[in-house]
């Protein structure tokens, strides 16, 4: 149970069972999507279900700036009117992308081949964030598009510019972002464009954008978007819940000794599960029922119950399919019997926060042992947490993660910063009271 009302700091308390049923809050990738792409294209579209936070506020803001009509009719309801990619017109003044590096990137991709002046800006963790991995692919594609320090931090200026096809372009980075970013540019080419990407990541933008028209094929790592001959046709989106945000209630109910909680209308789409396959080969015990196709996106609800779980060696293609859960992973690590090691995930570095660095720092406070590698983490195992201070250093997913930890540890603890959940998951603190019995 958590008590406290201090919006910066949280007391958390260890939990003697976790227990109950839940709908966890809205996908944040599918959110951003469907306001945004529906808003390229024609037609009105009503999206059920969307995540409302601060990180989807800001695609709305931008768009709004943007002469985007969108309605606001209930709640975790929006009805975006789309009268397609000409009909952006230019905003008169900076756009604040806020903390939200989706915003951004896929933002700076919609906006390349339109014929007006545009500056995404974001908070300060967003400044600091690579931008060159799109600067660099949307200028060779023919976009005119500068940004700070030599073209590789925010702001991003864009002042649109003749898409070419008929171009290959390789992401070199394992980023659903940028591979977003350019299939968005793409739209507006004057032929075909290929992104090839060093190991599949998210593919939310390719199911989304083939169902509103577009023509899109894929070829082991390389997607290919022809761009229509007229715009995309807005589609009605019902938002899968996001299993980046059921993360937390999996990881927790797996390790607490006395679980079992059911989570609704999961998104599990296969391109987002890395996190239940490493469970799995930890040893967890979370049961996948009535799975089932929503929109487009892959539904489950899962059922997870406690396991004691055995270390694990993460790397590879598994990386970017949980790329946002691994602090969570290193969470289980610490308490599985035997090592874990997290390789390959340099990408940790350059999220909201370093999360190497911050996960680390987090875990210490609760007792963890944990070692800091330029490309991930390693653990002993075999650990117990003792109740901890951790600071989220404003980062949503550390944030959660001190959480998780301060349930599972065997006294008090304190979360600073613990209103960075907002960015992702507005409803978290009430949600692990409605879970924890302490
Ligand atoms: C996202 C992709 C991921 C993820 C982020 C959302 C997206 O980043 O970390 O929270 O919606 O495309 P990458 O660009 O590293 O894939």
Redesign the pocket.
Known sequence: MTVGTAVQLRRVLPARQLRGELTVPGD??VS?RSLLFNALARGTARIDGILESEDTRATMHCLRALGVRIDEPGEHVVVVHGAGRGALTEPDNVLDCMNS??TM?LMAGALAGLPMLTVLTGDGSLRRRPMGRIVRPLTALGAKISARAAGTLPPIVIEGGAIRGGQRVETGV?????K?SILLAALAADGPVTVIEPAQ??D?TERMLGAMGAEITRDGLAVTLTPPARDLTAVDVRVPGDI?TAAAWIVAATLHPDAEILLRNVGVNPTRTGLLDILAAMGARIERLEERTVGGEPVADLLIRSAQLHGVEVGGDVV?RA??ELPLVALAGALAQGPTVIRNAE?LRV?ESDRVAATAAVLRAFGVEIEERTDGMALHGGGRLHGGRANSVGDHRLAMLGAVAGLLSGEESEIEGADAVAVSYPDFWTDLTRLSLS
């Open positions: 944040k990738s951003h590096g989706t990137r394992a980023s659903g972002q940028v977003g990541t998210r939310h980046s970017p790329i946002d990408e999220k």
